[in-house]
């Protein structure tokens, strides 16, 4: 069982998964962004990330890279790092492990479709959806991917959430070396849009560095 504690996701049962960065001389943060690419938010996001020289993580749905190819050939030039987060965010528990498998195979090789993909140093980083694992699964996965999940989940995506919440919560839970969770996508475009530029605002001012997985 996955423990959590306000926004700060820990697993102690999972210690195999990478849930922060060590600490490096210059203090560092790890904005992912999950569920993308779409044009509706992922150019936005780039652009914000751009004006701070901020690289990003961006854990793709590969039916939106098979979609939007444009948008997530945006992401690559600009020198962000990609991952998969499977073909349709499959929810592991639901679908069982040989599906959950083949979601993920096929999510790769649209991650893979592109040319500037395959010119570029890509890790293959995984992070399951709804961040749901079992054990059988981290055995199946871990030989090829590095499991990504979070120090940080902002919450951007919970309509609920008052978005003056969420980022005085962000702010107070991330620190160096935090691996922070945002969203690309319509559902968390409230809370993201308001949220994201003040973030990269403040952490900038306290000299952080922004940097990719």
Known sequence: MIQKVGSIVRDKLFPSLTWKKEQTDQPTIYLTFDDGPIPEITPWVLEQLSNYNAKATFFCVGDNI????EVYQKVLSEGHTVGNHTFNHLQYWKNGLTKYLENIEECQKWLESDTLFKGQSQKN????PHGQVGKKMIREILPNYEMIMWHVLTRDYNKNFKKEK???TAI????????VVFHDSIKAEKNLKYVL?????HFSKKGYHFASL
Request: glycine share 4%; net charge positive; aromatic share 8%.
């Open 66 to 69: 098979r979609k939007h190819p």
């Open 197 to 201: 530029p003040r973030f990269l605002a």
């Open 166 to 168: 969420c980022l005085s």
């Open 172 to 179: 107070k839970l991330t620190e160096d070396g935090s691996i």
């Open 125 to 128: 980083l995984f992070r399951p």
